[in-house]
């Protein structure tokens, strides 16, 4: 069997394991994405989240030295809810980025991966094959945009013509020849909604991120958010969609076909206050399967605090005020100072002057200064 004919099989095999695109590149050297590499790191743009050997992410025959070929793979997620539960005063809820409804998608591409490599090996039983989603040391992105899956967007990211930038990468690198895809054309064009759009000009130039200052990033980091970012965070609790949403190429694009990804709404969409109280168990037991929980509950528990300000919950305030006097954690007791200066109010303000004489940790006290000195301020600018 030649390299055509096996293509033309792996097409066919891919339609049956609904995998929604499928394309072929070659394993060279990816030398732009290596020099872009390099500027995000000397710039600081990276996010730290991704492999930090360029050599690794750029060279695929460090990862399998015979390799000839990438195989990439997409598939759609939806970007719809049905019938939301809605977010009301008191009952104020969070958002999960649609990369995080239904099931992990590592999971749901490995499995695709996993059974098209099998298929493969029925084929071609000799095969080397090396599959990968997301973690893998090569960027899905560049290997999709080289397979022609979807051209690179000025908001970074892969759109296809039919799914528009609503799909999972992943790819499987083989030692087999199969003819490489052409890549497709650009289709931005003059457009720079996106841009315009992100709430923290995270999009420093056309297709290049400062991770740092992306939401998406923000809302996965561990520690305190820097306060510039706070009051755009929203009611984010993982990850941003903004800079897709706004894309006219993502109009009328909501594909729910892949029953794997059809999300559970009061967990896609939760109501704020009970994620306060939720134990390490009760996390992993309710949002364990989707990727938003790879952190773990402390981050989600931390947006979820800075969401409750955004809503100014006034109601939230007596769990606000039991975390900052019982919680363990910096960070949460951090962050429900930030959140009680900016729902204000009589209790809170004597909830953080209490908190002064109890307090121990640097960071904790010095935003506790920090919302007393805007109260103080606040205050003379009222008196005149
Ligand atoms: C680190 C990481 C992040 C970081 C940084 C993202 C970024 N834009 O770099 C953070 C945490 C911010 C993030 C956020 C998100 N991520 Co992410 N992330 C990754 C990860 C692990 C590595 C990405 C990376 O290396 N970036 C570094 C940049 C420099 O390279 P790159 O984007 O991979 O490659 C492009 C550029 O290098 C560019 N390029 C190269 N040379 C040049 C030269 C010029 C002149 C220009 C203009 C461009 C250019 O072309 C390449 C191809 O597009 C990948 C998985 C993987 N292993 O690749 C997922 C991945 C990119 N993430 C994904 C998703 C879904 C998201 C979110 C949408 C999740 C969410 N809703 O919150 C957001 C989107 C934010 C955004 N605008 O990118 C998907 C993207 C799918 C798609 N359709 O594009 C991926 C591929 C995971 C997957 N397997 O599906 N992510
Ligand atoms: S994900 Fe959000 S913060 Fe990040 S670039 Fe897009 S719009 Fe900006
Ligand atoms: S919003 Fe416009 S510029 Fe941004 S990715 Fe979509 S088409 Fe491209």
Not at 81 to 105: H, M, Q, V
Request: aromatic fraction near 8%.
């Amino acid at each position: 069997m030649n390299g055509a004919q096996l293509k033309e099989m792996l097409i066919t095999k891919a339609k049956e394991l609904k995998i929604d695109k499928i394309g072929f590149a070659s394993a060279d050297p990816f030398l732009t994405l290596k020099e872009r590499l390099r500027e995000q790191q000397d710039r600081g743009f990276a996010s730290g989240f991704e492999e930090s050997d360029i050599e690794l992410r750029t060279q695929p025959e460090k990862l399998m030295p015979d390799v000839k070929t990438i195989i990439a793979i997409a598939v759609a997620y939806p970007a719809k809810l049905k019938n939301p539960p809605k977010s009301e005063p008191g009952n104020y809820r969070g958002i999960f980025c649609r990369a995080s409804w239904g099931t992990d998608y590592h999971h749901v591409l490995k499995q695709k991966l996993d059974d098209l490599s099998d298929y493969l090996h029925s084929l071609v039983p000799n095969a080397t094959i090396q599959s990968m989603v997301d973690t893998g040391s090569l960027s899905d992105r560049a290997v999709a945009e080289r397979a022609g899956i979807g051209w690179s967007g000025k908001n970074t990211a892969i759109i296809t013509e039919e799914y528009g930038s609503w799909v999972y990468l992943g790819e499987m690198l083989v030692d087999v020849y199969i003819p490489a895809d052409d890549p497709i054309e650009d289709g931005c064009r003059d457009c720079t909604l996106c841009m315009s759009a992100c709430p923290t000009g995270a999009l420093v130039e056309p297709g290049r991120l400062d991770a740092q200052s992306c939401i998406a990033y923000l809302t996965q980091t561990k520690k305190m958010i820097p306060e510039q970012y706070r009051d755009k965070i929203g009611n984010r609790l993982y990850g941003c969609d903004t800079c897709q949403t706004v894309c006219p190429m993502n109009r009328k694009r909501y594909f729910d076909h892949q029953a794997e990804f059809t999300p559970d709404l009061e967990k896609v969409k939760p109501l704020l206050k009970p994620l306060l109280r939720l134990s390490n168990r009760q996390f992993k037991e309710q949002y364990g399967k989707m990727s938003g929980s790879w952190r773990g509950k402390n981050p989600i528990q931390r947006n979820a605090i800075i969401a409750l300000a955004h809503f100014r919950d006034k109601s939230a305030i007596p769990d606000l005020i039991e975390l900052l006097q019982a919680d363990a954690r910096p960070v949460i007791r951090g962050t429900v100072v930030w959140a009680l200066g900016k729902i204000g109010g009589l209790e809170a303000k004597q909830a953080l002057t209490e908190a002064l004489s109890r307090e121990k940790d640097d960071i904790v006290l010095s935003e506790i200064h920090t919302a007393l000195a805007k109260w103080e301020q606040e205050d003379a600018s009222i008196m005149g």
